[in-house]
């Protein structure tokens, strides 16, 4: 085997059978904060406005906590931000996959030490 292999992982977490949390949609929550919407995130992540409101909708319900806080139009627009439960979630998710690629990299290197 090359020098080159690198272990890869993907994680997702689940409720009833259905996706909460991925990489993927955490960068979907990241893009709402970003773009202070559900339509710019969309845009950001290239992906149809549909798709993007679905996948939120499916993580607050999964996760039982609101996680986007929806601004109603006016004179200067509406938007989404993130609720502190939105927030929160995103940097123990990310924290959660750091600590899970380097518990990767370590178990790997133990299976593996000529690769």
Request: charged fraction near 25%.
């Amino acid at each position: 085997m090359s020098a080159d292999i690198t272990p890869r992982l993907n994680i997702w977490l689940e409720h009833d059978g259905k996706v909460v949390l991925s990489p993927w949609r955490l960068r979907l929550l990241e893009a709402v904060d970003r773009a202070g919407s559900i339509s710019g995130a969309a845009e950001l992540l290239n992906v149809p406005y549909k798709l993007a409101w679905e996948r939120l909708a499916e993580m607050e319900e999964g996760s039982g906590s609101p996680l986007l806080e929806r601004h109603v139009g006016g004179s200067h627009g509406g938007g989404t931000s993130l609720t502190p439960e939105g927030r929160a979630l995103i940097d123990r998710f990310a924290h959660f996959m750091a600590v899970m690629e380097v518990a990767l990299a370590e178990e790997f290197s133990s299976h593996f030490p000529r690769i």
